[in-house]
């Protein structure tokens, strides 16, 4: 069983490692709730594995002065 779980262990830390990057569940600007349109280039944002999408620079900008407030409305939207 030991080695199962070792094997289990390895796996995850190697998928981690690769930079597995979970997709961003929202048609919307994380920030403003605008929906992304892929004609204005949303700013596409990897944060702690998980993806995050910006209709634009100030949106990223407020994103990053409090991630914890707008990743609820991933963990929400899930
Ligand atoms: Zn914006």
Redesign the pocket.
């Known amino acids: 069983m030991k080695k199962i779980a070792t094997a289990f262990l390895l796996g995850f830390l190697a998928s981690a490692l690769a930079g597995e990057v979970k997709s961003y569940p929202l048609q919307t ?1 994380i ?2 709730d ?1 929906p992304l349109d892929a004609s204005r280039q949303p700013i596409s944002n990897n944060y702690q594995g998980q993806e995050v999408k ?3 620079r ?2 990223k900008r407020d994103f990053k002065k409090d991630p914890g407030k707008f990743l609820k409305k991933i963990s929400a939207a899930e």
């Open positions: 600007c920030v403003s605008e910006a209709c634009c100030e949106c």
